[in-house]
């Protein structure tokens, strides 16, 4: 057998792990989340959230995928041993694979306003906007091209493998990321009334607290970390006997907050410069943005043009970190228990997350035979894998590490066999038994609308 791939350096685990957790879930979602629940005191229930929910279960995946030196599925079963815990894994992976077709689809959005940005199609009022993305999201053909096109893109980084793809394009795209993120940031901030969109993000008013933000806050900070998805377990299998789990995982929580909080401080003070509210939902990328920035740089058109061109690029290049991290949980599923080549698994992904995600696209207006329900089939991928299979293989995994899996050979993952002095042991036991499933459980609730 030969010798299993791993990353070459601590940065190619940083920026590869962290490229899997940034992703739309901090530059779209986190801003009108951010929006809709208060701003600033949203934020620091977020980052609260994030040390006590995040980090454990970050942690809790490493540990499965070092432990296990493959796939999720197999990294499960073998500390399982046989027993119907196993089955956690391959939840994982068909969790991941389904997320893949259907995210494909809305980072092949992201594509098709980037290139719209480029050759100067996004230029109208406001209803302009909301009719130019009913349009692209209803159209037989455009979005289906943009989702093969990011697929294809995809594919070409991960047949590459490990090192030679995975980790050489997580370093270079993570950097441009945060150029870009920093250069729009620096752009925004210089409006005229910016000071109103940062006084939202940075002065909290505690008067807004309540349990709908608290536990809106708690399933941010579990999705935007890419947890029970596969991608984290998948890529601690890459990592070596010497990288310091906890002290990954805190790394890549800082870096994914850091984006977040950069995503709001880009958006929030241009949005009310303009005069436009916060609180404008999942739309505010797709239709309130673009019109933002029209308005925001009216007087500096050349400028506004480079802004909103820049923007996109910068939500494709977040789409695309994530795709290769959830495209990657497949492929390194099909390729060990199908004993093929990486090249043939990674393609069976592709072929099959592409007809996953024209169906989904499909589904959104082309024909109305994808519709179960009265809920489009993406709505339903959405549903199914985010509020369902997600928060069962998050809880079920914070159970299986701390009440299944035996404490020893926890403490040795932690510890690196020994090598570090592990001082935050018990208190990550303690979390990941009895906080972490308690606070999923509560997350599964609030989203079926049984607990606000």
Avoid at 108 to 113: E, I, K, P, R
Wanted: aromatic share 14%.
């Amino acid at each position: 057998m030969s010798e299993r791939a791993n990353f070459g350096s601590k940065l190619g685990v940083i920026l590869a792990t962290a490229g899997s957790a940034v992703g739309l879930g901090n530059v779209w979602r986190f801003p009108y989340m951010a929006g809709e629940n208060g701003g600033a005191v949203f934020i620091l229930i977020y980052i609260i959230c994030v040390v006590m929910l995040g980090i454990p279960c970050m942690v809790s995946e490493f540990i499965v995928g070092r432990h296990g030196q493959s796939n999720t599925a197999r990294a499960f079963s073998k500390l399982a041993g046989g027993s119907p815990w196993a089955l956690i894994g391959y939840m994982g992976v068909l969790t991941g694979f389904l997320i893949t077709g259907y995210y494909a689809v809305v980072s092949g959005w992201c594509l098709q306003y980037m290139w719209a940005s480029l050759i100067g199609h996004l230029q109208g009022d406001p209803e302009y906007y909301k009719t130019y993305f009913t349009e692209l999201s209803t159209d037989p053909i455009k979005p289906i091209f943009w989702t093969v096109i990011i697929l294809l893109i995809t594919y070409i980084i991960i047949e590459h493998g490990v090192r030679d793809g995975i980790e050489r394009a997580s370093k270079l795209l993570m950097p441009t990321l945060f150029l870009l993120l920093l250069v729009i940031v620096v752009a925004a901030c210089m409006l005229p009334g910016a000071e109103k969109g940062i006084e939202f993000l940075f002065k909290p008013d505690f008067g807004k607290i309540s349990g709908d933000v608290f536990l809106s806050a708690l399933g941010q900070s579990f999705y935007s970390l890419s947890i029970a998805m596969g991608c984290l377990c998948t890529y601690a299998s890459y990592f070596s006997k010497y990288t310091n789990l906890t002290k990954s995982a805190t790394q890549i929580a800082v870096i994914d907050c850091l984006v977040a909080i950069l995503a709001g401080l880009m958006i929030f003070p241009a949005a009310f410069s303009v005069g436009v509210n916060p609180d404008s939902g999942p739309s505010l990328i797709f239709i309130t943005l673009p019109n933002v920035f029209q308005q925001a740089f009216a007087a500096m058109p050349v400028v506004g043009y480079v802004v909103s061109l820049l923007f996109f690029v910068l939500l494709s290049l977040a789409a695309l970190t994530s795709l290769m991290s959830l495209h990657e949980v497949s492929t390194a599923f099909f390729q060990e228990e199908l004993h093929t080549t990486r090249k043939r698994a990674a393609m069976l992904v592709t072929v099959s997350t592409c007809v996953i995600g024209v169906f989904c696209s499909l589904s959104l207006g082309a024909t109305d035979k994808l519709v179960l329900f009265g809920k489009p089939l993406f709505d339903w991928f959405d549903f199914v894998t985010g509020q369902i299979f997600l928060p069962v293989v998050g809880f079920l995994t914070c159970i299986f590490i701390g009440w299944f899996v035996p404490h020893k050979t926890v403490r040795d993952e932690f510890t690196n066999y020994g090598t570090l002095r592990g001082s935050w042991f018990h208190t990550y036991l303690f979390l990941v038994k009895y906080v972490c499933p308690l606070a999923i459980l509560f997350i599964f609730l609030h989203q079926l609308g049984l607990l606000s």
